[in-house]
């Protein structure tokens, strides 16, 4: 049974750039997560999606946004890419409120 | 608003060494608080999950207890070894409302000394 799995493993991108994360929840998983974690620091939650609709959102701008697909997987696009978008994006995968699982992440540098 | 604190922040210990990771919580209203363990530059592994009807929970030589009314919960690990070494990051989810985050204290770093 594969776990959550996410792409790319590492990216680099420009400032004013825009970049699309993508993950694939644990199977039988409805429920995905984003968060966002800077060096030092525990993750930092951005949204949550279930049944295709973005169900929760923390105290990041417009710049973060996401879609849910019918298979449950989903996609993070930054915009306007700033230095300080540099970090660790994960994404956990659960059962409504239930256990989060994470995947491994994806290191994205802002040059 | 919910905050999560973990004491301390970096531990170093020889191997062998029972060990014991702080964490607390502001509001006692969760859901259910989670422990991760993060090895560096990867992402979190899941240790255990502690519903808040619970007490404690233990898995192999780990073992970790919830205080809900005192906003605390320790993580326990036996007879240390090596391997043991990572981020330990401990995580609530708060009940009430529609909220389904989790909030992440910003770990403990755990070193083994041979």
């Known amino acids: 049974d594969a776990g959550v799995t996410q792409s790319p493993t590492h990216l680099i991108k420009t400032r004013g750039q825009q970049v699309t994360l993508r993950c694939s929840p644990k199977?039988?998983?409805?429920?995905v997560s984003w968060y966002q974690q800077a060096l030092g620091q525990g993750p930092q939650f951005i949204f949550q999606y279930y049944e295709e609709e973005e169900r929760q959102r923390g105290n990041f701008p417009d710049r973060f946004s996401g879609h849910q697909f019918p298979n449950y997987s989903s996609e993070l696009n930054v915009n306007a890419l700033l230095l300080g978008d540099s970090a660790l994006y994960l994404c956990?995968?659960?059962?409504?409120?239930?256990?989060?699982?994470f995947g491994p992440g994806t290191r994205l540098t802002v040059t | 608003k919910q905050e999560v604190t973990q004491i301390p922040a970096a531990l170093s210990v020889p191997e062998g060494e029972n060990l014991v990771l702080n964490c607390s919580f502001t509001?006692?209203?969760?859901?259910?608080l989670q422990w991760f363990r993060q090895d560096p530059g990867k992402g979190l592994t899941s240790l255990l999950l502690?519903?808040?009807?619970?007490r404690e929970q233990t898995s192999g030589r780990l073992n970790a207890s919830l205080d809900k009314s005192s906003g605390r919960s320790t993580l326990y690990i036996a007879a240390s070894q090596p391997g043991d070494s990572a981020t330990y990051l401990c995580a609530v989810i708060s009940s009430g409302g529609s909220n389904y985050k989790l909030t992440f204290g910003k770990g403990t770093l755990l070193t083994m000394n041979p």
């Open positions: 199977s039988g998983h409805d429920t």
């Open positions: 509001d006692s209203a969760i859901y259910n």
């Open positions: 956990a995968s659960s059962l409504v409120v239930g256990e989060q699982y």
């Open positions: 502690i519903q808040s009807s619970q």
